[in-house]
């Protein structure tokens, strides 16, 4: 399986309430990053923990790393209907060549207005 | 700052033509990444390019496909005798440093092969 796997796949909640995305991952990690993706359209970086960080905010999204469960939770307060999109999550890959991003399948979250 | 620049933006080709993507990095980024995606999944690395360098290409599939980063100008994923499997978006990614402070993507390249 993928390096990066979000769970759940899919997540539909009302406006307002808070949407929790998880992400687990198998190798040592560089850090680790967070993209949005609007359908169709390309991806926007949100944020970045490094591997030595434990929690994160950016506005209202707060990220939690854990390593040594080798997992991450990205976590959107008071939703909008402008928050729907996929979320992926993706490790730094560390000690594999080169750098590089590996993405895990995403977790489609929907809000309800 | 224009960010990570990709043409087109939606691409047709009949199966056995070739397909050439573009992508312009962000500026001051020497470091670039193609990755693949197909429906409804995640993104998957296909190559990573410096300036006339290949750097990593362990995602390129070994036939038909291949990338350039010249000295000068954008790069370029070439995908010659095209067929259907290889209908999907095509992202770019630049970042100035091999990723320490995150990477920028593009907008993407539709490619549908018809």
């Known amino acids: 399986s993928q390096q990066g796997e979000e769970d759940p796949q899919a997540l539909s909640i009302q406006e307002g309430e808070n949407a929790t995305m998880n992400c687990s991952y198998k190798?040592?990690?560089?850090?680790l990053q967070w993209y949005r993706q609007n359908s169709g359209r390309g991806l926007v970086h949100l944020i970045l923990?490094?591997?030595?960080?434990r929690e994160k905010h950016s506005g209202r999204l707060r990220v939690t790393l854990d390593t040594s469960k080798k997992s991450s939770s990205l976590l959107i307060t008071a939703s909008r209907a402008a928050d729907t999109a996929s979320y992926f999550c993706?490790?730094?890959?560390f000690g594999e060549g080169a750098q590089k991003l590996v993405f895990g399948q995403g977790t489609r979250l929907t809000i309800n207005p | 700052n224009a960010g990570v620049m990709q043409n087109p933006r939606h691409l047709v080709r009949r199966r056995g033509q070739e397909a050439r993507l573009r992508c312009s990095p962000m500026?001051?980024?020497?470091?670039v990444y193609w990755y693949r995606q197909l429906p409804e999944e995640g993104l998957k690395f296909m190559v990573y390019?410096?300036?006339?360098?290949?750097?990593?290409e362990s995602g390129m599939p070994k036939e038909r496909f291949s990338a350039e980063f010249p000295k000068e100008g954008p790069s370029i994923l070439r995908i010659q005798q095209v067929v259907r499997g290889d209908s999907a978006a095509y992202f770019c990614?630049?970042?100035?440093?091999?990723?320490?402070?995150?990477?920028?993507f593009g907008s993407g390249t539709r490619l549908t092969v018809v």
């Open positions: 990614a630049s970042s100035p440093s091999g990723g320490h402070y995150g990477y920028t």
């Open positions: 190798t040592s990690i560089n850090n």
């Open positions: 923990i490094r591997s030595n960080e």
């Open positions: 993706a490790t730094d890959v």
């Open positions: 500026k001051g980024h020497s470091h």
């Open positions: 390019l410096q300036k006339e360098n290949i750097i990593d």
